[in-house]
């Protein structure tokens, strides 16, 4: 059978209270979605891919001091 790719992509963290609440849209290229944080905010976070749980090597990542590895976002200031 062909791989098709994931199915289902969840965004989930900090500015959800992990509570895989956004689920992304697939599109031609990829999955996308929106999530709203406040200016200045830091924000971590991690991909659940038909699952499971993902963090993307090519974004910062840090251990959340409880044995996590997740991705991090630093929302710009305010202009």
């Known amino acids: 059978r062909p791989h098709t790719g994931p199915t289902d992509v969840i965004v989930t963290g900090t500015f959800d209270q992990w509570s895989s609440s956004i689920h992304l849209a697939k599109g031609d290229v ?3 979605g929106t999530v709203k944080i406040p200016w200045g905010e830091k924000v971590a976070y ?3 891919v038909d699952g499971y749980w993902l ?10 001091g409880h044995g996590n590895i997740n991705n ?3 929302v710009p200031v305010k202009p």
């Open 55 to 64: 963090c993307r090597d090519d974004r910062p990542q840090e251990d959340d």
């Open 46 to 48: 991690k991909f659940i």
């Open 72 to 74: 991090f976002f630093r």
């Open 30 to 32: 990829g999955f996308s």
